[in-house]
């Protein structure tokens, strides 16, 4: 081990002068053809050795390969591949090329032995290596590995590199690396307390284990720098929990309202109590799984487009179901709360039906596009791609509907009729069809939210029924028909449920919000942001 760690150092230092080289490609596959020869664990350690004394990043592969037993020899002519495949034939690449060269049945190759202490080694060797790798993505891997394993053997090393490192993230990288391993060494307590400021400053529940055991030293001032330390991490963990918490809240709120903001108009403009809104947004999440699975057998290379498609198709199919519903039911069931209640639950029981008919029981695979798969951090706050999306989605389908009900004549109509429905009756806004477009209009906005909810919940039968009670708390609370009180009402109740599941867990954090609705209700009962008129004062 001391033996590779000191040829890595010497080949830093070399490089450092001379700048980096590249090994002659025979060379190279000359000592890796020297593992078929290796009878002893001693053989393929010295092996190693020799590939490292190269200094050639194209090794790295194989050595990886090597670690997971992927690395074998033919027997007939002791040729060194990497195979690739679970079953016989199995596939040959080159060691150092990746490029296939031929198949072998697995009785025609052997197995290049090794132990946990040459998987060690490789480690350590592939880490020498790509410290020098071209790709800045790589030398940061390889940064972190050794920031990750700290070994003082390391540190001159990790000094050849700093010098002549130019990318000014990967040099902190490796700073950073090189603390972890000064912690670990024998090195002066001066040394060892700016250490520990470098890992202060990166901060991150990874540099915490490493000051632990940095806060149990026998030097005094190392110990109480080190618990100094790890006092003001904590410290900025929490800021960046409670960070994390508000987004989570705001990535729930943004569900809610999607889910709700369909509800808060057809709710507020016709007085109706849809139990069968959670079907429209089952409707939508459908649609979805049907044009994506049109498109995996027509066109796959249109499938990044697939939400975008599914978008207006999702919108049509639901709110024609609502225009359906609407002109075959609800009409004859104005002003008769309970029995409009018990159709519209009635319906959601006939649609979960169908859809279990149609399309089975069980999940359906709707797959993220490219663009809205991943995920990327901000200092210690994890943002997942597709709830970013989700949130701009809905703060798009938010100043849409805002646009359509405060600047077309549709809106103007949809407002009038509910301020006060009599009187824009008598001046000619025929209101049973503003009704009905109404109905219609939210079914539709909760289609488009299942195209949303489709991307990170389950697609099945019950999706719906999972939004159903908390869409109606988002309306209620935020104003039974506004819709900037249905914006605050989803955020605020999302951030408050994600703060509170920490402690009270999931179910007791929804029972909490429930009963603080409950509540609030008592002292507003027409919620956060009340509309005002005859019809809805009445």
Do not use: C
């Not at 002893?40 to 090794?59: M, N, P, R, W």
């Amino acid at each position: 081990m001391r033996l590779i760690l000191l040829l890595s150092g010497l080949m830093a230092l070399f490089m450092a002068v001379t700048g980096p080289v590249r090994a002659d490609e025979t060379e190279l596959r000359a000592v890796i053809a020297k593992f078929a020869e290796a009878k002893k664990f001693s053989d393929t350690e010295a092996v190693i050795e020799e590939i490292v004394a190269l200094g050639d990043t194209a090794a790295v592969t194989a050595l990886n390969e090597l670690s997971e037993g992927r690395l074998m020899v033919r027997d007939s002519d002791g040729e060194v591949f990497i195979i690739k495949g679970g079953k016989d034939p199995l596939a040959l690449l080159d060691p150092i090329t990746l490029e296939q060269v031929g198949t072998a049945a697995e009785s025609e190759l052997s197995k290049i032995k090794i132990k946990n202490s040459i998987r060690r080694m490789i480690a350590d060797a592939v880490s020498g290596l790509t410290l020098r790798a071209k790709d800045a993505h790589i030398r940061m891997e390889a940064a972190e590995t050794i920031f990750s394993r700290p070994d003082p053997e390391i540190i001159e090393t990790l000094d050849g590199v700093i010098a002549e490192e130019q990318d000014t993230g990967v040099r902190q990288a490796f700073i950073e690396a090189r603390a972890a391993a000064v912690l670990s060494s024998d090195m002066s307590d001066d040394a060892k307390i700016d250490a520990i400021d470098i890992l202060n400053a990166r901060g991150g529940r990874d540099v915490l284990p490493i000051l632990t055991t940095a806060s149990t030293s026998d030097a005094a001032a190392v110990a109480e720098a080190a618990k100094t330390a790890i006092a003001s991490v904590e410290e900025r963990l929490m800021f960046w929990s409670a960070g994390q918490n508000i987004w989570y809240g705001i990535s729930l709120g943004s569900v809610l309202l999607l889910a709700a903001i369909g509800l808060a108009i057809t709710f507020g403009v016709m007085g109706v109590i849809n139990m069968a809104h959670g079907e429209m947004v089952m409707l939508g999440a459908y649609t979805t799984f049907v044009v994506q699975e049109f498109i995996r057998n027509s066109a796959p290379g249109l499938f990044d487009y697939s939400l975008a498609i599914a978008l207006p198709l999702a919108f049509l199919v639901s709110g024609a179901a609502g225009l359906v519903m609407e002109r075959g039911i609800i009409r004859f069931l104005y002003g008769r709360p309970l029995e409009t209640l018990l159709a519209t639950w009635g319906v959601s029981l006939v649609l979960q039906q169908a859809v279990r008919t149609i399309f089975g029981p069980t999940n359906r695979e709707v797959g993220n596009p490219s663009w809205m798969s991943g995920s990327f951090e901000i200092g210690e706050l994890l943002i997942t791609t597709n709830r970013l999306w989700i949130v701009v989605f809905s703060l798009v389908v938010f100043a849409i509907l805002l646009l359509v009900l405060k600047r077309t004549r549709f809106g103007l109509q949809m407002r009038a009729v509910t301020q006060n429905r009599p009187m824009a009756s008598s001046m000619g806004i025929a209101t049973p069809w503003v009704d009905a477009f109404t109905f219609a209009l939210g079914s539709g906005i909760a289609g488009i939210a299942g195209v949303a909810l489709s991307q990170i919940d389950n697609v099945s039968p019950n999706l719906g029924q999972g939004y159903i009670i908390d869409s109606f708390m988002v309306v209620v609370f935020g104003g039974v028909g506004n819709l900037w009180g249905t914006l605050v009402g989803a955020l605020t109740l999302g951030v408050a449920n994600k703060f509170l599941e920490p402690y009270a867990g999931a179910v007791l954090a929804k029972i909490f919000i429930l009963v603080f609705i409950i509540l609030f209700i008592q002292k507003r009962p027409r919620g956060l942001f009340a509309l005002k008129g005859r019809s809805v004062e009445s």
